[in-house]
């Protein structure tokens, strides 16, 4: 076994509060300016701790905007993206790892290919075809689309985990006579626990964070998500007022961060489970 | 078993689904047509962001909707930095608001595209009396009407009061103004170390240096209707060149403000970095929120050189072409106008109000905020002559901004940017008219 010396694990602890530190300083920041007085945002030489710890950024924020509506709808529509975009990615992974045909390999090629298409090149289409459908203005337009746009990453992610699980797994459980829906949802599917969790996250945050599609397809004020309702702390020339957006930001990040430490432990667990079965 | 845990799980996602569809999926401009008995429904979107004047224009609908219960108006809050996205994309679905706020730089563009509605035959002459001609100018193409101006903007110039009386000037008043070679002379007097008589924010310059080119008669585009050409003749190059000699020759201007927006230039002026600080009347706003305790400011009168005309837009309240009830449209945009009504917008967004009754108002003349420097500015805007022309938008994000940061970072002269502004402008401008 090796052992560490104390200066190799003193530079180890060091790299990793550094890191730490530039993981977590934006959000020092986002608490720091929110609690500040607009006075002290301006100052020149900026102040790491507020001199006059103030509120009013947030009781601005929560006055102006309907900040607690535009969070739930949030959580609605990156909560549904990030399950329906699971349930479904999880057997066509499934299909594409174990199934391998020139079908497959060109659906894969084409789920890449369509990450590099810019958001804004379909916008309008799609923008046409959710009115056609009666679905502009709505939180199923939005999310089917959210969907669609998770998907293919999901897909390439999970197919990737599934071809880790050794196939002979399967062969047991058929010779025990399970089907194969059995099959994936006793077997397959536990062992994808870390993989389906890295997908359910990335769906959520990018639906948690879009903009484009939002400011395009919801147009009800009671419907807008929090990306909609932060950008209105911004006006013309990009000048920002700085309190209550940094206040309505902080308030918005808290239940994506209680999201992703529930997640994360889900994460682990699902990491360790596989390994104790293989 | 099987199909049973299908069929299960399609219900759940089936519910989940449809305990999302909350929204309303009428595609439409928002109305019922108003027959038989319904009111009138307008969707009125605006951009107005700062406190005050969402809840100037919160009061403003709310009281319309009281008196008018005939014509009701859902008030939509859209935002200026996705504005146009937004519209474009409304406009080719169909959806596009009935009345709409934007800029009059754009609308050209949508009338072109047959976006926006003619107002001309709706007007009545009293809100056509009221507001300036030359704020009628910047929203009248040809002989259409595609917008009702009521929000401006001009250029004065900001200071740092005690650093200016601890070095023996003298203030320019409104009816004595500084000219552009009085602001050097001055800005250079008050350049020691450590402090800058002035800094002048370029961020994106092309607007304001070709709103400010207007004080000596430049214009930067000939034949601006027809096939318009860009130029840089002698009148066009006073603005930069004298503001390039501030910051290389007499070094009395601050090169930090190449990168700054007018809003990044506070902190340094509230420090006493910057003696004078040009800008547009709205950053009085960020001023009085942000400056420290006893800062002690004041607005200076706009700069003059052979005039002190400088060229403007309007902010605009404009009619969606495929609205169903241009009538009530109209009436509801004159209401929100009224004089009265602007008084409140201008106070709320700190710009120029076009109403001149409004203009009139104690409270857009008073000194304590430079309200009284402010709204005198208003004599001098006339149209800024490149809203007209087509193309301006793609010259002045491709060409122009990047070749005045380039020849105010002083990495290329006078005469270079007078190439890149013409020769590559006119190869932009050129697609336009094809």
């Known amino acids: ?278 | 078993m099987r199909s049973i845990r299908f069929v299960a799980l399609a219900a759940v996602t089936g519910l989940v689904l449809a305990a999302c569809g909350g929204g309303d999926d009428e595609t439409g401009s928002g109305d019922d047509g108003g027959s038989g008995g319904e009111p009138v429904e307008l969707s009125f979107q605006t951009l107005a962001w700062q406190t005050a004047s969402v809840e100037a224009n919160e009061a403003i609908v709310a009281a319309w909707n009281e008196a008018n219960p005939d014509i009701q108006v859902e008030l939509i809050q859209g935002d200026w930095n996705n504005v146009h996205d937004q519209l474009m994309t409304s406009f080719e679905g169909g959806t596009a608001p009935d009345v709409f706020h934007y800029e009059s730089t754009v609308l050209q563009d949508f009338g072109d595209r047959g976006n926006v509605l003619d107002l001309a035959e709706y007007l009545s002459d009293e809100i056509r009396d009221d507001i300036r001609a030359g704020a009628w100018d910047t929203a009248t193409f040809d002989e259409a009407v595609y917008g009702v101006p009521f929000l401006q903007e001009s250029q004065v110039v900001f200071a740092n009061r005690k650093l200016l009386e601890a070095a023996g000037v003298t203030l320019p008043t409104v009816d004595d103004p500084w000219t552009w070679d009085e602001f050097a002379d001055v800005s250079a007097q008050l350049t020691t170390d450590g402090q800058f008589g002035a800094v002048v924010p370029l961020n994106a310059p092309a607007n304001r240096i070709l709103n400010l080119a207007r004080n000596f008669g430049g214009d930067y585009f000939t034949d601006l209707t027809g096939e318009v050409q860009a130029v840089f003749d002698e009148a066009d190059q006073e603005v930069p060149r004298r503001i390039h000699e501030m910051l290389y020759t007499d070094n009395s201007a601050s090169p930090d403000g190449i990168g700054m927006s007018s809003a990044d230039a506070l902190p340094g002026f509230f420090a006493g970095q910057y003696a004078m600080l040009p800008g547009a009347i709205w950053l009085r706003q960020q001023i009085i929120e942000q400056a420290p305790d006893g800062f002690d400011w004041v607005t200076l009168p706009a700069l003059e050189g052979e005039s002190s005309a400088q060229g403007a837009v309007s902010q605009t309240l404009s009619v969606s072409a495929e609205t169903e009830h241009p009538e009530e449209a109209v009436q509801f945009i004159e209401y929100f106008l009224n004089a009265e009504n602007q008084v409140q917008l201008a106070a709320g967004d700190w710009l120029l109000p076009t109403s001149q009754e409004a203009a009139q108002s104690p409270e857009l003349n008073d000194p304590a905020t430079g309200w009284d420097v402010a709204t005198a500015t208003a004599e001098n805007l006339e149209m800024a002559p490149f809203q007209q022309v087509k193309g301006f938008e793609e010259w002045k994000s491709r060409i122009a901004n990047p070749a005045f940061q380039e020849y105010f970072s002083d990495q290329i002269s006078l005469e270079d940017l007078g190439a890149k502004l013409v020769d590559e402008g006119n190869a932009v401008l050129e697609r336009y008219q094809r």
């Open chain 1, 1 to 278: 076994m090796n052992r560490s010396t104390p200066v190799a694990t003193t530079l180890k602890y060091l790299a990793l509060a550094g890191y730490l530190v530039f993981l977590a300083f934006p959000l020092f920041w986002l608490i720091s300016t929110a609690l500040k007085t607009p006075q002290e945002i301006a100052l020149i030489e900026p102040t790491w701790i507020p001199n006059n710890i103030t509120f009013d950024n947030f009781r601005a924020a929560f006055d102006e905007q309907p900040i607690v509506r535009s969070i739930l709808n949030t959580l609605l529509v990156a909560g549904v993206s990030c399950l329906v975009t699971v349930v479904l990615s999880i057997p066509a992974a499934y299909v594409m790892a174990r199934y391998r045909s020139v079908l497959s390999r060109m659906t894969l090629v084409w789920v890449l290919l369509s990450q590099i298409f810019p958001f804004i090149l379909v916008i309008i289409p799609l923008f046409l075809l959710l009115r056609d459908l009666g679905l502009y203005d709505t939180y199923i337009g939005l999310i089917a689309v959210y969907v669609v746009w998770s998907m293919p990453f999901a897909l390439w992610m999970l197919r990737s985990y599934v071809e880790t699980i050794p196939i002979e797994l399967e062969e047991a459980a058929s010779m025990d006579g399970a089907s194969k829906v059995r099959t994936l949802a006793s077997v397959i599917a536990p062992l994808l626990a870390p993989g389906v969790v890295a997908a359910g996250l990335f769906a959520f945050v990018s639906a948690w964070n879009e903009f484009l599609f939002a400011l395009v397809l919801i147009r009800d004020p009671e419907l807008q998500t929090l990306s909609l309702t932060l950008v209105k702390f911004i006006g013309a020339e990009g000048v920002a007022r700085l309190g209550p957006l940094a206040a309505a930001s902080l308030v918005a990040t808290i239940p994506s961060l209680i999201f992703f430490a529930f997640m994360q432990r889900r994460l682990t667990g699902g990491l360790l489970g596989g390994a104790v079965k293989s």
